[in-house]
Each structure stands twice: as structure tokens, then as C-alpha cells.
């Protein structure tokens, strides 16, 4: 697990220090090691390709993990952020060719796979990963990032540079980047309270997609897809039965938590006490013979603290189980680390700080999470709610015409249900799916509202998320949860948060493989009248205790809605109030004191003010622009994007 981050371009001081920069802006990923290298262009003299590294040393902690790694017969050169889970096996077949190691973890086992299989050899990987691999010979680099878009990586594209790294403030701290505000990124960010990939908050700084290889060469870039979620859930299903799915997932949730456990360093468990983490600490149970150290953040408040559930799973399970205790206080004195840590903003990211520091100062390196369960078994509430809020566009049996005029009377800053029901006939949500309207923060009109110079339509109606037309409901779900929830705010939050304390979290239920066989099954088997996910229940060697899913499903959020009105209602109140210079600040300040006000008065959620709260704080501390927000135009194009041949 490491930072990593690269230069192509002009060769000289001025280069060489970016790219120093930019790789010590990375220092909190990988405190055990780091390195640089610089590698001439051929075929353009005074020019070269940067790689640097920052190493968190999981798998062979010795010296012979350096990056950037190098091959001395190929030149080919390696930086590489991630975990291969089936490395072992990809070790083996390549001795069986003739391949010599002189390392025992996973980074030499990437670059001597692709010397062996060239591109083809993303297939073969099993694991989170995100590289950038110089191909001497070819003179071409490559970025790849995972299927499931677990680990992220990030490009932004001059007319003489091309610049990359694990984080957007590494680009930024490189000063090869404008700070600039991205205007598509803001609105994203205002709709979904995170920005969706590929947008990001930066101007010109783009993600490299889930699934996507970028190759670079000669100053052009072009996009390969060798795996695409979309692509997974329009397979046809391996069986009908309810039955021969459990029997067929028990196996896989074993390997695939079974291969998440191989670690050199000591490793913990997030456990909440829901059904997703109790699942994986199940699971572990049964495939390691030792006791797992497992987690969980307990609050005073009793409607937030799920601590009698997460001590009874652990008893269960008999793992060593640590309380990490938080107060309002607390976070209120962590907020400033909250948001040095943020690398885009997001509503969403504190609490992962504050479980992730907890698991790190206890010594722990690696820790699994139960994040994805719920996107691949149905486990939200949108996968009951969105049937119901579409019979109801039907019963309200109102025209567009009736609901734009009844909508004049609404308040786009206080969204009621009656507005958000107004709002599917008229389609005024994001993403062209009536499912955001059940995920966004804020419609389209109260972007509108809260930005000083309005927004065009267009720029509102990008189209985020995976899509496979004609898939059943669930499935449609199940597939738009990933590729925006799980994807922008969960696996982002997960891999910045706890990189910041330089602590490793794996998601065995982010599994591709696992995905490849639960996403395409007819969603009645995944949906139960009587018990939350079944499938996944059903499938465990070992079962919950009943009480674990036998209530009211919760996530796990922090008690904001109390906090918000008592120790950091001062904070937030007067951040919120206070005015910015125009050049700094693209909301209107009237707006966002009338969205503190609804939340004072019980007429919206607290996650709409914490959103703006937020925002103010990143754009501050990243010493952002939006002096050109003036116009909303249209997004540079993305580089053409081809179906994977092998032959990039």
C-alpha cells in the first residue's frame, strides 16, 4: 500500500522539484520508504518520465519492496499502490516460465507479469490496485486502476505535461495544477455531497475510471475499459436457484476473505455490529485459527451507539474486541486533522477518520472493512424505496404542467417528501435516473439557489454512474450504488482516510469475483420480506447473532444532528455566516444561511449545512479559485475510450 505520483514532460529543475514535491506531499501513505526516478525519452530529447514512490510496507517489509522498481533487462520501471490477494498464485505460474524473484511480496510480481503477458496481465489480477508502469521498449506508460475503482489515481493533461498521483493534492502540491474549482466537479459535489468520477473538484484533474487502462505515448492519451461493472451485470445468471447461489457463495466469501488475511504486519476489523462487518468477522473466524482484533466507535448518545451489538458479535467470535469512544468534544477537536486529511471534499469522511485513527494508534497496519455488502445484497433502503416513490408518479396522476406550478411554491432549500415527489414528474434530479433522486443532497434547483452565478441546465444533467438498460430494478440498484455511493464516497473516504494514518483498509466484499457471480442473479433472490440480505446470511459458515439483523438497519454515520446543535453548533454557525472574497466563495451567502436555518428550524437534514460547512473548509485549505465559475461549458473531452484487445 503506498502513494504514488509522476511527471511527463520537459526535463529540468524546475521538473525535478515538482515531482519531489509531489511525492512528499504522499509522506502520510507511506512513512516506511520512498523513492524517485527519472527516465529519459527517446524519442524526444530533454524530456522524461518522473515516477516516484511513498511505501507502506504490508508484504515483505524488507528493502527489496524499493519503488520505483526497476527491471534491469527490460528497463520497464513500477509504481504501484494496492494489494494483488492472489499474487502468490501469479508467483508460481511465472517460475513455472522461468522467472527469477528476488522480492517476496507483490510489486515484482506485477512487473514481471506484464514483462511476461504485456497488458493481458491486468486479467490475471485479484486485489486493489492502482500503477503506473513505464514500458522502455515501447516507450508508453501506462495507468491502470482496479475493476471495482477500490484504490484511486488521478491525471491531469497540459499541452507539454502530463501529471499523476494517488491524490488530488498531490497534483496540487506539485504546482504543476491550477487551483482552480472544476464548475461540473462543484455542482457533482452540491447534488451528491462527493464529487462522481471522473469529475473532481480541481479543473482539468480528471480520475482514471474502474476497470480502465490509460496508455500514454507521444503526447497522446487513449483510454482502454478491460472490465466494466455495466458489462458484469448484463451477464446472464449462473443459476435461479436460491439454493445453489448459497451453496455456490459460501466458498467464495471464504477465499475471498481467506486471501484478504495474508498480511506481515498486524491487521484489525472494523465492526459495527450490522450485518456487513459481523459477515466478514464470521468469515474470518472460520479461515484463521487466531483471534482478530476488531473495532468500533461508541457514542453516549443511545440512538447512534450500536456498541451492545458489536460486543455480542465479537463474543461470538470470539475476537479481541477495542471501544474507541467519541463525543461531540472530541470530533469537535479533531475537525481540523478531519480536513487536513480531506483530499476532495465529502460529507461523509469523518467518521472514517475517527475509526481509522483509533485502529492505527492501537498498532494495528491493516484493517477489513464490511463496505460493499450492501450494494452487492441489497441492503439499502433504495432498493425497497425507489419502487414505491415510481408508484407513486403514476397515483399522483399530476402533469408536468400542475407540478411546475404547485413547484413554484416550494423552497428548493428545504426539500420536503412532497417536493421530491413534485421533482420525479418533473424530472428535476441528477444523473437521468429517478434513484438519485432518492441519493442527492440538493435537486437541481437548489444548485441553482445556492450558486452566486446560476448553472445551465446541462451542467446539471451529466450522467454519472454505470448503466445497463433493460436490467431489472434490483439489479439497476444495486449496479448505480456502486458505481457513484459505494465508489465516490465510501472507497474514497476509506482509502484517503485511513491512508492518513498510514493504516491499510481492505473491502473483501468489494471482491470482483464475488460481484461477477451475486450482481447479475434475478434480484428476488437478494430481497426477503423477512430478513436483510439473505443471500449473504444464508451463505456464512458461521451465523449472526439474531439481534445483529433482526432491527432497523443504520449506518454508520455520527451523531450530527444532535452535535450540529450543541458543542459544534458555534463552529459550524459562524463558518457558515462568515463571507469569503467572490473569487474564493461560488455560493450565494444568503442561501447557505437560509440552509442553516431550515436545519435549526427541523425543516432539512443536517447533511445539507455539513456539506456547505465542508466545502467552505477545503476550498480554504487548498487555497482554491472559482474566479472563472463564471459560465458552466461544457467538460474537455475524455481521452477515446477503445474495448480492451490486449494489444495497448
Not at 10 to 21: C, D, I, Q
Amino acid at each position: 500500500m503506498c502513494g504514488i505520483f509522476g511527471i511527463i514532460g520537459e526535463r529540468g529543475p524546475e521538473s525535478e522539484k515538482a515531482l519531489v514535491r509531489g511525492v512528499a506531499s504522499l509522506a502520510h501513505r507511506g512513512p516506511d520508504d520512498e523513492g524517485v526516478a527519472s527516465l529519459p525519452l527517446l524519442k524526444e530529447p530533454g524530456h522524461a518520465v518522473g515516477l516516484g514512490s511513498r511505501r507502506l510496507a504490508i508484504l515483505d517489509l524488507s528493502a527489496a519492496g524499493h519503488m520505483p522498481m526497476k527491471d534491469k533487462e527490460t528497463g520497464n520501471c513500477l509504481v504501484y499502490n494496492g494489494e494483488i490477494y492472489n499474487f502468490a498464485e501469479i508467483r508460481r505460474d511465472l517460475q513455472e516460465l522461468g522467472h527469477h524473484f528476488t522480492s517476496g511480496g507483490d510489486t515484482e510480481v506485477l512487473l514481471r507479469a506484464y514483462d511476461e503477458w504485456g497488458v493481458a496481465c491486468v486479467h490475471r489480477l485479484r486485489g486493489m490496485f492502482a500503477f503506473a508502469l513505464w514500458d522502455a521498449g515501447e516507450q508508453k506508460l501506462l495507468l491502470v486502476r482496479d475493476r471495482m475503482g477500490i484504490k484511486p489515481l488521478y491525471y491531469y493533461q497540459s499541452t507539454d505535461q502530463l501529471v499523476f498521483g494517488s491524490e488530488v493534492r498531490a497534483l496540487l502540491e506539485s504546482g504543476l495544477v491550477p487551483r482552480r474549482l472544476d464548475c461540473a466537479g462543484l455542482v457533482s459535489y452540491l447534488e451528491f455531497g462527493a464529487v462522481q468520477d471522473p469529475l473532481t473538484a480541481i479543473e482539468g484533474v480528471r480520475s482514471v475510471m474502474p476497470g480502465e487502462m490509460l496508455v500514454w505515448r507521444g503526447g497522446n492519451l487513449q483510454s482502454y475499459s478491460y472490465w466494466s461493472l455495466a458489462g458484469v451485470a448484463r451477464r446472464s445468471p449462473a443459476t435461479e436457484s436460491f439454493e445453489d447461489a448459497v451453496q455456490t457463495l459460501k466458498p467464495m466469501l471464504l477465499e475471498a476473505v481467506s486471501q484478504q488475511l495474508v498480511s506481515d504486519v498486524p491487521l484489525g476489523l472494523f465492526l459495527s455490529g450490522g450485518v456487513d462487518s459481523s459477515a466478514v468477522a464470521s468469515l474470518a473466524r472460520e479461515v484463521t485459527p487466531e483471534p482478530i482484533d476488531t473495532f468500533s466507535v461508541v457514542f453516549r448518545e443511545s440512538d447512534f451507539d450500536e456498541s451492545s451489538y458489536s460486543e455480542e458479535v465479537a463474543r461470538a467470535f470470539g475476537t479481541r474486541h477495542h471501544r474507541i469512544e467519541l463525543s461531540d468534544n472530541d470530533l469537535l477537536s479533531e475537525l481540523p486533522s478531519v480536513f487536513e486529511a480531506m483530499d476532495q471534499p465529502s460529507i461523509d469522511g469523518a467518521n472514517t477518520y475517527i475509526v481509522s485513527h483509533g485502529v492505527k494508534q492501537a498498532g494495528i497496519t491493516v484493517a477489513l472493512s464490511g463496505l460493499g455488502g450492501d450494494e452487492l445484497f441489497a441492503g439499502y433502503s433504495t432498493f425497497r424505496s425507489l419502487p414505491r416513490l415510481l408508484s407513486y408518479r403514476s397515483a399522483l396522476g399530476l402533469t408536468a404542467a400542475l407540478a411546475r406550478g404547485v413547484g413554484r411554491f416550494a423552497n428548493p432549500l428545504e426539500p420536503t417528501r412532497f417536493t421530491k415527489a413534485l421533482a420525479l414528474l418533473l424530472e428535476d434530479y441528477p444523473g437521468r435516473h429517478p434513484y438519485f433522486l432518492l441519493r442527492s443532497l440538493f435537486l437541481p434547483s437548489g444548485v441553482r439557489a445556492l450558486l452566486r452565478h446560476g448553472a445551465e441546465a446541462n451542467a446539471l444533467a451529466a450522467d454519472f454512474g454505470e448503466s445497463a438498460p433493460g436490467l431489472e430494478l434490483v439489479n439497476q440498484i444495486s449496479l448505480l450504488e456502486a458505481s457513484t455511493y459505494m465508489r465516490s464516497t465510501l472507497l474514497r473516504d476509506a482509502d484517503v482516510m485511513s491512508m492518513r494514518h498510514a493504516l491499510e483498509v481492505r473491502v473483501p466484499l468489494v471482491d470482483h469475483r464475488l460481484w461477477e457471480y451475486v450482481l447479475p442473479l434475478q434480484g428476488r433472490l437478494k430481497l426477503d420480506s423477512g430478513l436483510p440480505k439473505p443471500l449473504l446470511l444464508q451463505a456464512l459458515p458461521r451465523p449472526l447473532p439474531q439481534r445483529c439483523y433482526q432491527r432497523r438497519k443504520k449506518g454508520f454515520s455520527l451523531p450530527f444532528e444532535a452535535w450540529m446543535k450543541g458543542a459544534l453548533r458555534n463552529t459550524v454557525e459562524g463558518e457558515l455566516s462568515r463571507s469569503l472574497p467572490p473569487e474564493q466563495w461560488p455560493l450565494d451567502l444568503e442561501a447557505v444561511r437560509t440552509v442553516w436555518r431550515a436545519f435549526l428550524n427541523g425543516k432539512t437534514s443536517w447533511s445539507r449545512p455539513w456539506s456547505l460547512f465542508v466545502l467552505k473548509q477545503w476550498i480554504e485549505r487548498n487555497r482554491c479559485t472559482c474566479d472563472e465559475l463564471g459560465e458552466f461549458v461544457p467538460l474537455p473531452a475524455a481521452p477515446e475510450t477503445m474495448a480492451y484487445c490486449g494489444t495497448a
